[in-house]
């Protein structure tokens, strides 16, 4: 079968004898019409009235738009939003587009282009969110958890914001999209550093958000900024739109949620020998900060002790100068989770989290990734697909195999009867 690496593809061969299972999102249909889906949308959003009676002649609307590790279809979808303001009274010069970078770096003006189109780029004002820019941010107060709330000032002095992403899993905030494109997508460096020091609680999980301290801030955080319309898409492994759920910030993600949950929470009866998984291609794979989610995913389905295969071409490296600091300074787990407890670190956490994921087994990694730095992160690096598959099987050639063609997405669910 063949895996996705970056933008190309791999032959993947097993030996004749492996036990092999494939596990794949769960097949739903694609939206047969999404243009009448989104209009559907629009018309009947959940727990809020339409866009266009939320907006008045006059206002300055900020849109929120996902940055280029993450997929939403905002191409398709902005022209529509865009014209349900315009409808209702709102001039081309009032309306911006926000790129909800988090703590990412900042895009190009041909990314920015790609993602929103050429129609809109050249109609509405494009930015990229910077959270390190203080001139920039407005602190509007603190949480019950005691997050500092800083966010962009553009974005807070707005009349009216819009929020859209795309909605999967997430390994700490439990699902993506809805309140994370304020925060962290348009937060300041500190208010994404503190709510992030939190996914040292157990309860910062995958698919997880009631009593998820991460969440829990967030939406608070969010909610203190204030959303007056959301937008946010669900995709299947070919980006093809599932589902366009819009409306209140919260009843609209968790309909997302729902979803997300349904196709790409896979049950599995029992956890595998071997794991072969591959990110799903790019972006998924851009880096390794962004391909961490495909080891965090496919560690769900491994054996304590057992062997995985990860495809991850990250051809920006590892994507974080800290996380990269801090796989050179640490080479002890526990000495970097008490660095950690003592100073939460941006970049720095997940170089924490992939060091915790290593020890349940050992990782072959065919990447980009220099081979010195993938050694010293705790990963055994190769120099082919076909050179991980003999290092793994060895003589073994019937061992039980799980095989993730698309590991940024799915999240093994393991029963162990």
């Known amino acids: 079968m063949e895996l996705f690496y970056g933008r190309s593809k791999l032959n993947l061969k097993l030996p004749a004898g492996a036990k092999i299972r494939i596990l794949q999102p769960q097949v739903v249909k694609p939206l047969e019409d999404p243009e009448k889906a989104l209009q559907e949308m629009l018309q009947h959003p959940i727990a809020s009235v339409p866009l266009r009676n939320k907006v008045y002649a006059g206002d300055t609307v900020s849109l929120l738009v996902n940055d280029s590790t993450r997929v939403a279809r905002s191409d398709f979808f902005l022209p529509y939003l865009i014209n349900e303001l315009l409808e209702a009274g709102i001039k081309e010069k009032d ?29 509405i ?24 709330v800083y966010v962009n ?13 795309s909605v999967v899993h997430h390994f700490f905030a439990g699902f993506g999209g809805g309140r994370k494109a304020l925060i962290p997508g348009v937060a300041g460096w500190e208010t994404i550093r503190i709510n992030h020091s939190r996914l040292l609680d157990e309860e910062a999980r995958t698919g997880a958000l009631k009593g998820n301290p991460v969440h829990e801030d967030l939406l608070e955080a969010a909610q203190m900024v204030g959303c007056d319309f959301l937008l946010n898409t669900v995709l299947n492994e ?23 949950e ?12 071997v794991v072969i998984a591959s990110c799903g291609g790019f972006p998924k794979d851009i880096n390794m900060y962004q391909s961490h989610k495909t080891l965090d995913n496919a560690m769900q389905a491994l054996k304590p002790g057992g062997k995985m295969i990860l495809l991850a071409e990250c051809h920006e490296g590892i994507g974080s100068a800290a996380f990269e600091e801090w796989a050179n300074k640490y080479s002890d787990f526990e000495e970097m ?15 924490y989290t992939v060091s915790k994921l290593l020890r349940k087994g050992k990782v072959f990694l065919f990447s980009d990734v220099d081979p010195q730095l993938a050694i010293r992160i705790g990963f055994i690096p190769v120099t082919s697909l076909e050179e991980a598959v ?21 999240v093994p669910r393991v029963s162990d009867k």
């Open 95 to 123: 309306i911006f587009i926000v790129f909800a970078n988090g703590s990412h770096r900042p895009l190009s003006e041909s990314e920015m282009v790609s993602l929103v189109g050429e129609n809109v780029a050249s109609r």
């Open 238 to 260: 070919n980006k093809e739109l599932l589902g366009i759920f819009g409306g209140d910030m919260i009843e609209a993600h968790l309909a997302a949620c729902d979803l997300v």
């Open 390 to 410: 003999e290092l793994v099987y060895g003589e073994d050639t019937t061992a039980d195999t799980v095989i993730i063609p698309q590991g940024s997405l799915v």
């Open 262 to 273: 349904k196709v790409n929470g896979v049950e599995l009866e029992e956890h595998a020998d």
């Open 125 to 148: 004002r494009l930015y990229n969110h910077d959270s390190k820019d203080e001139t920039n941010l407005v602190l509007k107060g603190k949480t019950s958890f005691g997050t500092p």
């Open 153 to 165: 000032k553009m974005v807070a002095e707005a009349d009216r914001r819009i929020l859209t992403g």
């Open 337 to 351: 989770e008490e660095a950690l407890r003592r100073e939460f670190v941006l970049g720095g956490h997940k170089a």
